[in-house]
């Protein structure tokens, strides 16, 4: 949305080196980078690696048929309400009863330093890295407002409509997509490429209608 943010700033924001951004170079470990919403881990928009983890972990979340497996292998989540993001959290999260097995719990609870010696240092596998929602996911304020601290502004990456039809409904969205795609053009300086990219009087209507007026 806003293209003074690019992907290669939260790259090295959120999987740089050990000796942070200023490396210039991604911590090699780093595989994924996901976001989440106060609900659960949302993966309407993440990021991975091209890399044979990567691809392993693909093939499990989405049931695709890996080496020596069937070619009809599919997912157990297909049909759940939120199939990919449950199949995503079972994939990435569903090992934790083992992972803390080890780990001592004093009638005080648990420490950090306690996780630490117990060899687990997130909820997640080594290989992922947590990002802020605000800056991989961010809301419009029809969704944002229940979900803090989410809200789209100058300077996020991107601007996602989840919630915004089935909150408002089919028109109001398209009010909006209108809207957003005006301030996306004019934050950008680019109006001349957007009107550009919509080749039919409909589209100009209906995406870009500061563009049609005369």
């Known amino acids: 949305m806003d293209l003074d943010t690019t992907l290669d700033s939260l790259l090295m924001r959120y999987a740089g080196g050990a000796t942070g951004s200023s490396s210039g170079e991604l911590d090699p470990e780093a595989q994924l980078l996901v976001t989440e919403d106060s609900q659960m881990l949302n993966t309407a928009i993440f990021l991975a690696r091209r890399s044979a983890w990567s691809l392993d972990m693909l093939r499990r979340v989405w049931g695709g048929a890996g080496p020596g497996e069937e070619e009809d292998a599919t997912s157990p989540f ?40 117990s060899g687990v240092s997130s909820a997640y596998p080594p290989e992922v890295r947590l990002v802020p929602q605000a800056e991989m996911n961010s809301y419009h304020p029809i969704s944002s407002r229940l979900v803090g ?46 009107q550009g990219v919509l080749s039919e009087e409909g589209e100009m209507k209906l995406f870009a209608p500061w563009l049609s007026q005369p």
């Open 78 to 117: 297909v049909n759940h309400t939120w199939w990919e993001q449950a199949a995503f959290a079972q994939e990435l999260l569903g090992e934790n009863h083992r992972r803390f097995a080890d780990v001592v719990y004093s009638p005080d609870g648990v420490s950090g330093a306690e996780f630490l010696k």
């Open 149 to 194: 601290n989410t809200t789209w502004s100058p300077g996020k990456f991107i601007l996602s409509f989840n919630g915004v039809q089935s909150l408002t409904g089919p028109t109001v969205a398209r009010i909006l997509v209108a809207n957003y795609y005006e301030v996306f053009c004019k934050l950008n300086s680019v109006e001349h490429l957007c």
